[in-house]
């Protein structure tokens, strides 16, 4: 047996020839392809192109749950010049070309994430192998950080599973599990996690006698007949970019540039396609999109390491949760679906139905996307329970409440759990605005109690809020967040004040848009603006979404906490009055009985004023006075820093990930720009726009939200 070891590889061959070189990065949970490792695994290409006596090579991952992470994001956010992310670029496409062009097969032996660059490295191999296992996802993501694969990705891979289901995958960022990789020809082949060894003998055996390459390369899909006529290609591009437009609006420019690199490059031999694709990556790259969105993706990162908490966290097995309505049912899915067990208390049996039929539609909807099979449903639908009384709950580790916002009625259900919970049982409340001291000031146990502050639909909303009360001690912390991340979620500890962190800066941005209108603004002019700045639905839709009586009872709490700047809307009052409470009474701004909403001509006879404003007026009023709220809450340590808010504003109210979030946005626009525009509103419009004394300092610093010099 030859071995060969290197820093982050190492390389064997045994009697037969059969050669297997293991990636391993040391002290490092993934492996990435750094410029120094891209160098290293080349350097041992160029060896292996010399020995004769190779009959495959294996490629294979040290760590538990990854494979190939894919390259190194930070050195492309880094490079902010063409002739640097090309020369990043080509080193890439070069030596995965080198690998390609080995004189005997290659095989990547894919368990665990194998994404980006991992899998452009996996299509240069002759073969690919994947397991089963669920924490393989084998995909093309770049173009959620606002570029397309650079490494031979948009080249190598309509070859395998046609031009029309490539397109598809790259620009949608897809990321498939091992066993839909296999039916769409991404791999060879897929086995559980056990098997990959006798699936490596078979392949050995396969390529020893000669047959392996004739028996795999039939079953492979490859282009269909139809999509080598353009005419074909055309439409399909055609409709791709339509979904891609109506999808973004156009501020997403690297989707659009995907489907441009397969129309220019299908067809045409390799070294011109690179050629297109390292093109066009290096112009996207070097986008401020890119770059935002780079940033987030890095953020999200940190948060997937924050425990916000000293101590160590509890395992969660049995879960509860009363109050089974949107909220509630939500939660119970998300916690459901990562296999722990759900017991649902309402004080109705109907409602606990319509609970459970919302679970199972949450799950028929994932079924349809291939994505769970009608058996997985059955076995995670088995494991909820459900009781009209307080029963069955003895065994609970974590109880959360999802009931009406009202500290009386939430307050009772707490006392009656808490005699029948566990001692160390932790209580979560999903309150959006109430005080979590407040909450747990009846309790025996308030150290066990926490809010964790869900968003609407809960099966698609990433962001839970997580908030201690002034006795909620540090393993509650710690287990809740661990907790939540388990369900799929983004934890973001913020601190404990009215509206908390999302709500408090949102509702300033809701109440100029209703201010703006009072004044005699159009209703769809605020609207149309606000979304071609990029947010995902106009300021008065989103209240129409959330509930006009919503959003004034959270405007209440905070002009009472906060005073006249978030003073209630006359006309949101006047709006519950009528009955106009949005979408769930089918009248709101919004006339939502048709098909196509309408106007409330209704509404508009509230309107005080005439004035008509510039677009970019409207833009400033709504936006701007969202960052001082935002500055304000930093100033406050309502949370840790700018870059977790703005990843609360991303996930909590979609702000435009293309901006980076709302104080990079700030940033981006400048500091004294802020306050210049914030202290005109002040003196045309009122004090609310006083600019926020976080704001004043920064300036007076020449400092930014994110840490740099102006």
Same mark, same amino acid.
């Given at each position: 047996?030859?071995?060969?070891?290197?820093?982050?590889?190492?390389?064997?061959?045994?009697?037969?020839?059969?050669?297997?070189?293991?990636?391993?990065?040391?002290?490092?949970?993934?492996?990435?392809?750094?410029?120094? +490792?891209?160098?290293?695994?080349?350097?041992?290409?160029?060896?292996?192109?010399?020995?004769?006596?190779?009959?495959?090579?294996?490629?294979?991952?040290?760590?538990?749950?990854?494979?190939?992470?894919?390259?190194?994001?930070?050195?492309?956010?880094?490079?902010?010049?063409?002739?640097?992310?090309?020369?990043?670029? $080509?080193?890439?496409?070069?030596?995965?070309?080198?690998?390609?062009?080995?004189?005997?097969?290659?095989?990547?032996?894919?368990?665990?994430?194998?994404?980006?660059?991992?899998?452009?490295?996996?299509?240069?191999?002759?073969?690919?192998?994947?397991?089963?296992?669920?924490?393989?996802?084998?995909?093309?993501?770049?173009?959620?950080?606002?570029?397309?694969?650079?490494?031979?990705?948009?080249?190598?891979?309509?070859?395998? +599973?046609?031009?029309?289901?490539?397109?598809?995958?790259?620009?949608?960022?897809?990321?498939?599990?091992?066993?839909?990789?296999?039916?769409?020809?991404?791999?060879?082949?897929?086995?559980?996690?056990?098997?990959?060894?006798?699936?490596?003998?078979?392949?050995?055996?396969?390529?020893?006698?000669?047959?392996?390459?004739?028996?795999?390369?039939?079953?492979?899909?490859? +282009?269909?007949? #139809?999509?080598?006529?353009?005419?074909?290609?055309?439409?399909?591009?055609?409709?791709?970019?339509?979904?891609?437009?109506?999808?973004?609006?156009?501020?997403?420019?690297?989707?659009?540039?995907?489907?441009?690199?397969?129309?220019?490059?299908?067809?045409?031999?390799?070294?011109?396609?690179?050629?297109?694709?390292?093109?066009?990556?290096?112009?996207?790259?070097?986008?401020?999109?890119?770059?935002?969105?780079?940033?987030?993706?890095?953020?999200?990162?940190?948060?997937?390491?924050?425990?916000?908490?000293?101590?160590?966290?509890?395992?969660?097995?049995?879960?509860?949760?009363?109050?089974?309505?949107?909220?509630?049912?939500?939660?119970?899915?998300?916690?459901?679906?990562?296999?722990?067990?759900?017991?649902?208390?309402?004080?109705?049996?109907?409602?606990?139905?319509?609970?459970?039929?919302?679970?199972?539609?949450?799950?028929?909807?994932?079924?349809?996307?291939?994505?769970?099979?009608?058996?997985?449903?059955?076995?995670?639908?088995?494991?909820?329970?459900?009781?009209?009384?307080?029963?069955?709950?003895?065994?609970?580790?974590?109880?959360?409440?999802?009931?009406?916002?009202?500290?009386?009625?939430?307050?009772?259900?707490?006392?009656?759990?808490?005699?029948?919970?566990?001692?160390? /049982?932790?209580?979560?409340?999903?309150?959006?605005?109430?005080?979590?001291?407040?909450?747990?000031?009846?309790?025996? #146990?308030?150290?066990?109690?926490?809010?964790?502050?869900?968003?609407?639909?809960?099966?698609?909303?990433?962001?839970?809020?997580?908030?201690?009360?002034?006795?909620?001690?540090?393993?509650?912390?710690?287990?809740?967040?661990?907790?939540?991340?388990?369900?799929?979620?983004?934890?973001?500890?913020?601190?404990?004040?009215?509206?908390?962190?999302?709500?408090?800066?949102?509702?300033?941005?809701?109440?100029?848009?209703?201010?703006?209108?009072?004044?005699?603004?159009?209703?769809?002019?605020?609207?149309?603006?606000?979304?071609?700045?990029?947010?995902?639905?106009?300021?008065?839709?989103?209240?129409?979404?959330?509930?006009?009586?919503?959003?004034?009872?959270?405007?209440?709490?905070?002009?009472?906490? #906060?005073?006249?700047?978030?003073?209630?809307?006359?006309?949101?009052?006047?709006?519950?009055?009528?009955?106009?409470?949005?979408?769930?009474?089918?009248?709101?701004?919004?006339?939502?009985?048709?098909?196509?909403?309408?106007?409330?001509?209704? +509404?508009?006879?509230?309107?005080?004023?005439?004035?008509?404003?510039?677009?970019?007026?409207?833009?400033?009023?709504?936006?701007?006075?969202?960052?001082?709220?935002?500055?304000?809450?930093?100033?406050?340590?309502?949370?840790?820093?700018?870059?977790?808010?703005?990843? /609360?504003?991303?996930?909590?109210?979609?702000?435009?990930?293309?901006?980076?979030?709302?104080?990079? #946005?700030?940033?981006?626009?400048?500091?004294? $720009?802020?306050?210049?525009?914030?202290?005109?509103?002040?003196?045309?419009?009122?004090?609310?726009?006083?600019?926020?004394?976080?704001?004043?300092?920064?300036?007076?610093?020449?400092?930014?939200?994110?840490?740099? /010099?102006?």
């Amino acid at each position: 047996m030859m071995r060969t070891k290197t820093e982050n590889f190492e390389f064997t061959k045994d009697h037969r020839g059969i050669g297997t070189l293991v990636f391993d990065i040391p002290e490092s949970r993934v492996n990435v392809l750094t410029t120094s +490792v891209l160098d290293e695994f080349a350097s041992y290409l160029d060896t292996l192109q010399q020995d004769k006596t190779i009959q495959a090579l294996f490629i294979e991952s040290g760590k538990e749950k990854n494979f190939i992470a894919g390259a190194d994001i930070h050195e492309i956010q880094a490079a902010h010049d063409e002739q640097h992310i090309t020369a990043l670029v $080509q080193k890439g496409q070069d030596i995965f070309s080198k690998l390609e062009n080995l004189p005997f097969p290659t095989i990547a032996m894919i368990n665990g994430a194998c994404l980006g660059g991992g899998l452009e490295l996996s299509l240069s191999c002759t073969y690919r192998i994947a397991t089963s296992d669920p924490h393989t996802r084998i995909g093309l993501p770049e173009v959620n950080l606002g570029i397309l694969p650079g490494f031979g990705g948009t080249q190598r891979l309509y070859p395998l +599973v046609g031009y029309a289901k490539a397109m598809e995958l790259i620009v949608g960022g897809k990321r498939l599990r091992g066993e839909k990789a296999l039916k769409l020809g991404v791999v060879d082949a897929c086995v559980p996690r056990g098997y990959l060894g006798f699936k490596k003998e078979e392949f050995i055996l396969g390529i020893l006698q000669g047959n392996l390459d004739k028996q795999l390369r039939t079953k492979r899909k490859g +282009v269909a007949w #139809y999509e080598r006529l353009p005419p074909v290609r055309n439409i399909i591009s055609s409709i791709v970019q339509k979904k891609v437009l109506a999808k973004t609006h156009g501020h997403y420019p690297a989707p659009l540039a995907i489907i441009k690199v397969l129309q220019e490059s299908f067809g045409k031999p390799l070294a011109e396609g690179l050629r297109i694709e390292r093109e066009a990556v290096t112009k996207l790259a070097l986008t401020t999109i890119s770059k935002n969105l780079i940033e987030l993706f890095f953020i999200s990162e940190q948060l997937k390491k924050e425990t916000f908490s000293t101590a160590a966290a509890k395992e969660i097995h049995q879960s509860a949760i009363v109050g089974t309505g949107a909220m509630g049912s939500g939660i119970a899915w998300a916690l459901n679906n990562q296999d722990i067990n759900v017991r649902l208390k309402d004080i109705n049996t109907a409602s606990v139905g319509n609970a459970v039929g919302t679970i199972r539609n949450i799950y028929e909807g994932i079924k349809k996307r291939g994505r769970l099979s009608e058996r997985e449903i059955a076995l995670k639908m088995d494991k909820i329970t459900f009781s009209t009384e307080c029963e069955g709950f003895a065994s609970t580790d974590f109880l959360l409440e999802a009931v009406n916002e009202d500290i009386d009625v939430k307050q009772k259900v707490y006392l009656e759990f808490e005699a029948v919970l566990k001692a160390d /049982a932790i209580i979560a409340s999903n309150t959006s605005s109430l005080s979590i001291t407040a909450l747990a000031k009846k309790l025996a #146990y308030p150290n066990r109690f926490i809010g964790m502050h869900f968003f609407n639909p809960v099966n698609r909303m990433p962001l839970v809020e997580i908030i201690s009360g002034e006795k909620t001690d540090e393993e509650t912390i710690a287990t809740v967040v661990k907790l939540t991340k388990q369900m799929g979620k983004t934890p973001i500890k913020v601190k404990e004040s009215a509206g908390f962190l999302v709500n408090r800066v949102l509702l300033p941005y809701l109440k100029e848009a209703v201010t703006m209108f009072e004044e005699g603004e159009d209703i769809k002019n605020i609207d149309k603006v606000l979304l071609a700045f990029g947010m995902p639905m106009g300021p008065l839709a989103l209240i129409d979404q959330v509930g006009v009586d919503i959003g004034e009872k959270v405007s209440g709490i905070l002009h009472q906490a #906060y005073g006249e700047r978030m003073a209630v809307s006359g006309t949101m009052t006047r709006m519950v009055e009528q009955g106009w409470l949005g979408k769930k009474t089918g009248i709101g701004f919004y006339n939502h009985k048709s098909k196509r909403p309408e106007l409330n001509t209704g +509404v508009v006879k509230l309107q005080t004023g005439h004035e008509k404003l510039e677009e970019q007026t409207i833009q400033d009023r709504a936006l701007f006075i969202m960052i001082n709220e935002a500055a304000r809450c930093l100033q406050e340590e309502v949370v840790d820093n700018a870059r977790y808010l703005d990843m /609360a504003m991303v996930m909590g109210t979609g702000f435009p990930a293309f901006r980076g979030g709302l104080m990079r #946005y700030a940033d981006e626009i400048g500091i004294d $720009q802020v306050i210049s525009r914030l202290s005109q509103f002040r003196v045309d419009y009122g004090e609310r726009f006083a600019p926020s004394n976080l704001l004043l300092t920064l300036a007076d610093n020449k400092e930014t939200f994110y840490g740099g /010099a102006t």
